[in-house]
């Protein structure tokens, strides 16, 4: 019985459990892509048309362009998972690959 507890207890520790489904992944990108003041100063603070997911950069990140009227503005993000096998929330750190000129 108490193997059996163990290898619950374990299961319910892992970090498979602690992923997040598609959307609210979705969402901590864009929030991580809204939150950067380089984005706001790159887009020199106009307003926002679209956010879209457009594809996998070469180094393997997610590559999103943020659309103005006047420029679209090229982003890239990369997952940075916690440290040591922990428990926890994904983060992304953002890099600007394409500024608007």
Known sequence: MRLV?????????????AALSGFYDSAEKIGT???DGAVADALRQAPIGAILN??????????????????????????????????????YDLRIVTPCQ
């Open 54 to 91: 457009s594809g996998t950069a070469a180094d393997g990140g997610d590559e999103w362009t943020i659309r103005t009227q006047e420029c679209d503005l090229v982003v890239v993000l990369t997952a940075q998972v916690p440290k040591d096998g922990m428990v926890g929330k994904t983060t």
């Open 5 to 17: 507890v163990c290898v619950l207890a374990m299961f319910a520790a892992s970090p498979a459990l």
């Open 33 to 35: 892509i809204l939150s």
